[in-house]
């Protein structure tokens, strides 16, 4: 029923066509011509008021050999050959729009993750309001989990802040009294109470949903393959129809000859091959949106990354430990760790199961104590430990001459500091090889996108083997690289995940989304969405598309070629128009085999 809803053309057509058939071949010829004939003019009128329209948009393609047979077969009496056509034309829309009814994504979907709702201190009493009705000023309260409504500052409370999907910072950040918070962050502990800055429409969230709308508005539409092949072979095919018609002064020699140009290999095989490409690319858990994306990403010359989340896990990992002496780095880690058991920060999460990899037996602490935001104190084998920032242990011990090496954790000892613990965000271990893999295959340039830290961002760079490195960048800065880039290069994909990824995948040629784990703005602003939390697959749709290309242009040129050798027969007149039609199937056949191909 569902299928009688969608296509009901080309499930009409050759319905009528079987039904003529029938009628042809049990001498009821009669009612067979008449009952093509119908199934002609209800079936082609679709077809011929659509291509009509888009001559007027300027639209030449493919599509207009079939509406200019389509009318011939009408006008000259031969509804065979006509239905023959309206089958094909219809046929091959229908394989096209169902492969690509996931092409059409609404805003509404995007917006899945906005903030929706705030809880509004008034008085003695908390009330649930929608993020539209916050005011300035308003005294907002944040519970953990919960995302920031707007962007405010923090009133009263201190809690950790993932920013990660906001700005890309791999690390979530304590925020205290009088720090500034984004909308759409995450509050991971604590409770805190924020003062609204803006209006929802106003807040840094709204700000990118705002960019990817206009950036999706402003893509220009990619041509069809088809399509560009069609530009040659549709005046061409014209004019043999014309010069057929003046050898032999019979309107039957024109439709014949522009019967066997049907272009099927435009209009039915080439969609056929991208539908393959998808699925084929879904077998492996990529969606891919559309038949533009997977015939643009084959041609990339340029991919963009994020860092956090893409290049990275986005969740942070102890990288070395450095003694002063006389405690080994086991022992640091160790002392460190038996704190850090007792909070739920993500830098204490990595602290601890690095002291578990290293089989290391935690003790109970006595005496506890968290300073939100700075760090730990504790006692454990009757020694004073303090575990925290480098602020934290210059405030207690004094001046630490020490350079700055990534993330740093300072533990000190009976008021004695003796070593620092290194937190970086874990690269995914097949990142490296991606970058080998993408220069195989002909993309000339790889650039990491990142709002991290510029030490931090060329550090992941160079181990991962990106070569250019744009670090600490907002939201709108990424989008307009990657526009720059568009006006040097035809093809320009970015990779991302984070809602401060949406503008810059929504602007790029093809943007890859890693759906995984990433949000729901920048699966829906992206052409591409990796179900897999693995990297390569970028890789992996660039060769994907590349095979589909290749069988595509193969079946365009078998079929041209052939209807050709056709049309230089027909405008002599030999072929009737029904037996251009059975020929031109036998075309069809053997392009829609060599397109099933791009499925293996």
């Not at 962007?151 to 920013?163: K, L, Q, R, S, V």
């Not at 303090?386 to 533990?411: C, M, N, P, W, Y």
């Not at 050798?565 to 072929?575: D, N, Q, R």
Request: proline share 4%; charged share 20%; hydrophobic share 45%.
């Amino acid at each position: 029923m569902n299928f009688l809803k969608r296509y009901p053309i080309p499930l009409f057509a050759i319905v009528g066509l079987f039904l003529g058939g029938i009628l042809y071949f049990t001498n009821e010829k009669n009612i067979s011509e008449w009952i093509w004939f119908i199934t002609l003019i209800i079936g082609g009128s679709p077809i011929v008021y659509r291509t009509i329209q888009g001559m007027f948009r300027g639209i030449f393609a493919s599509d207009i050999i079939a509406m200019l047979a389509i009318v011939t077969a009408i006008v000259s009496g031969q509804p065979f050959a006509g239905v023959i056509v309206v089958i094909m034309q219809s046929g091959g829309e229908a394989i096209e729009n169902y492969g690509m009814r996931r092409a059409s994504s609404s805003l509404t979907s995007l917006l899945q993750r906005a903030p929706k709702r705030a809880r509004r201190k008034k008085g003695d009493r908390i009330e649930e309001i929608a993020v539209e009705d916050v005011q300035i000023n308003d005294l907002l309260l944040i519970r953990p989990g919960d995302l920031v409504p707007v962007d405010g500052t923090i009133a009263e409370g201190t809690a950790e802040i993932d920013e990660s999907a906001i700005t890309g910072e791999p690390l979530s950040s304590n925020k205290t009294v009088n720090d500034h918070v984004f909308s759409g962050s995450v509050s991971k502990n604590g409770v805190i109470t924020i003062r609204a800055d803006k209006l929802s429409h106003e807040s840094q969230y709204a700000k990118i949903v705002k960019m990817v709308k206009i950036a999706q508005q402003e893509k220009a539409p990619i041509q069809r393959l088809a399509d560009r092949y069609a530009i040659f072979f549709t005046p061409l095919a014209i004019l043999m129809a014309l010069i057929g018609l003046f050898l032999t002064h019979e309107m039957s020699t024109f439709l014949a000859v522009l019967v066997v140009a049907t272009p099927c290999p435009l209009i039915l095989a080439t969609p056929l091959a991208v539908i393959c490409g998808i699925n084929k690319a879904a077998d492996s858990n990529i969606i891919i949106k559309g038949g533009a994306s997977i015939e643009q990403v084959a041609s990339t010359e340029i991919v963009f990354f994020d860092k956090t989340g893409t290049l990275t896990y986005g969740t942070p990992i102890v990288e070395k430990v450095v003694s002063f002496g006389p405690y080994s780095e086991n022992e640091i880690i160790k002392y460190a760790a038996t704190l850090e058991q007792f909070s739920s920060h993500s830098i204490a999460t990595a602290i601890v199961k690095k002291a578990r990899l290293e089989n290391l037996t935690l003790e109970l602490a006595k005496e506890f104590q968290e300073f939100s935001g700075q760090g730990i104190m504790g006692v454990v084998d009757h020694q004073q430990i303090l575990v925290g920032s480098k602020a934290f242990t210059e405030k207690r011990l004094g001046k630490i001459t020490l350079d700055d090496e990534g993330f740093q954790i300072f533990v000190s000892i009976n008021q004695k500091c003796v070593g620092f613990i290194v937190l970086s965000d874990q690269i995914r271990k097949e990142a490296p090889a991606l970058m080998k893999k993408l220069s195989d295959l002909g993309v000339q340039e790889t650039i990491m996108l990142t709002g991290d830290h510029e030490k931090n961002a060329r550090n992941i760079a160079a181990k991962v083997g990106i070569q250019h490195v744009e670090a600490e960048i907002l939201p709108e800065q990424k989008a307009n690289r990657v526009a720059e880039y568009k006006t040097k290069f035809s093809h320009v994909t970015m990779v991302g995940d984070g809602i401060n990824d949406a503008p810059a995948l929504a602007t790029a040629t093809v943007g890859i989304a890693m759906g995984a784990h990433g949000t729901a703005i920048s699966a829906e602003s992206a052409d591409i969405v990796l179900l897999d939390d693995d990297i390569s697959k970028v890789a992996e749709v660039i060769v994907i598309g590349k095979h589909m290309l290749v069988i595509a242009k193969q079946s365009i040129f078998i079929g041209i070629g052939l209807s050709f050798i056709l049309m230089c027969i027909a405008i002599f007149g030999v072929i009737p128009p029904p037996i251009g039609a059975m020929l031109q199937e036998l075309i069809d056949v053997s392009v829609i085999l060599n397109a099933l191909r791009a499925r293996n």
